[in-house]
């Protein structure tokens, strides 16, 4: 399926020189500050996100401001260079809350459309990588219908995704959009046990909290919707870089293992197998950046492209880290390798922002077909 923008241009499912560069950046800076050992040592420690890995990438490279104007402080690039930066933290699992803050809160924040306000100012904190924002909603909630709005500052919310790293909450209530400092009075963040070590989850209470309130009711609701579609498009190029990752590192292995003198990836039942999810990995890429783009342009398909991505992209990545896991043999069921952590987070990631099963019902109603 293949996203048109209104001029008619078919999508770019190429990589530019910029793009390619801004992965070399962001690349080397994870092979220095995430590589598999500090990944697994953050997870077992009380404080899972390195506030100086986070300022690396937020300032030192920009990332967190790629889709922030230039007139408020961001970067004044597109979907697709934060789809590239994505790709290469699914391929680190580098816990940072780049897709919920630097993604979902800033879409949301830029659908407003009030740069003047407080809004306003909001973004260009995010863009600074001075403050983190996380939309106040299950983790699980899809694009197709916003999350039901809480009555009010008084509500028990969650599973909340890098709540517990946020500076700010913006939470959906009746009136409209709230911004919340997770610091305020009546605010509560009590992180939970989550598969996926790399990207806690929290449920977060408010009491009577205050907040101030970016826009009303209807603004707000396009606006969480706006910045769920972001986030399942660009969790597709997370989970292609994570996909990635275990195909390179599974063909490593199997070439290096040996059983009967010979490199076990020779013998012919693992050739296909990594074959089968070469060829996976190659049709997520394909769909992944098709859902970038689509977001990019705003192309009118853009909620199709998003569908058809995480349909895909969910059962790759989960296929991906499975075979990575089982063809590394007994190395790939220790805690030392990162392999599970890689099955972990594309589980999670599988749950994330509607289930495939969801997207193939979005296609279907999109397309008109019979629901599947």
């Known amino acids: 399926m293949t996203a048109q923008t209104e001029a008619g241009r078919?999508?770019?499912?190429?990589?530019?020189?910029?793009?390619?560069?801004?992965?070399?950046?962001?690349?080397?800076?994870?092979?220095?500050?995430?590589?598999?050992?500090?990944?697994?040592a953050r997870t077992e420690s009380d404080t899972p996100y390195d506030p100086k890995l986070w300022k690396a990438l937020a300032t030192g490279i920009g990332a967190a401001g790629l889709l922030v104007p230039e007139e408020l402080g961001g970067q004044g690039a597109t979907h697709r260079e934060a789809a590239v930066v994505l790709e290469e933290l699914g391929r680190s699992v580098a816990p940072a809350p780049y897709l919920t803050s630097s993604v979902v809160a800033t879409e949301t924040l830029l659908t407003l459309g009030a740069p003047d306000g407080p809004a306003g100012e909001l973004l260009a904190g995010l863009a600074e990588g001075r403050k983190v924002a996380v939309l106040a909603v299950p983790f699980s909630a899809a694009p197709a219908g916003a999350p039901a709005a809480t009555g009010g500052l008084d509500a028990v919310l969650g599973p909340v995704a890098d709540a517990a790293a946020a500076d700010v909450l913006l939470v959906p209530a009746a009136d409209g959009l709230h911004a919340v400092a997770t610091d305020a009075p009546g605010v509560g963040i009590e992180p939970l046990v989550a598969l996926d070590l790399t990207r806690p989850l929290a449920t977060v209470t408010l009491d009577g909290a205050s907040g101030t309130r970016l826009a009303d009711a209807g603004t707000s609701r396009r606006a969480v919707e706006r910045g769920l579609l972001a986030g399942a498009g660009l969790l597709a190029s997370e989970q292609l870089g994570l996909a990635e990752w275990c195909l390179t590192e599974t063909v490593r292995h199997t070439r290096e293992r040996h059983q009967f003198n010979r490199p076990i990836g020779s013998f012919q039942a693992l050739k296909h197998r990594m074959a089968q999810l070469w060829l996976e990995?190659?049709?997520?890429?394909?769909?992944?950046?098709?859902?970038?783009?689509?977001?990019?342009?705003?192309?009118?398909?853009?909620?199709?492209?998003?569908?058809?991505?995480?349909?895909?992209?969910?059962?790759?990545?989960?296929?991906?880290?499975?075979?990575?896991v089982q063809l590394h043999g007994g190395i790939g069921m220790t805690w030392e390798h990162p392999a599970h952590l890689y099955l972990k987070r594309a589980k999670a990631d599988a749950t994330a922002y509607g289930t495939a099963g969801r997207h193939r019902e979005t296609v279907a109603a999109l397309m008109e077909l019979p629901a599947p």
Do not use: F, M, W
């Open 281 to 324: 990995v190659v049709s997520a890429r394909a769909a992944a950046r098709n859902a970038a783009d689509a977001l990019a342009t705003g192309s009118p398909d853009t909620p199709l492209a998003v569908a058809v991505a995480q349909a895909y992209c969910s059962k790759v990545a989960v296929h991906a880290a499975e075979e990575c």
């Open 10 to 40: 078919a999508p770019d499912l190429l990589y530019s020189e910029a793009e390619e560069d801004l992965r070399a950046a962001v690349r080397s800076l994870l092979s220095d500050r995430a590589d598999a050992p500090s990944v697994i």
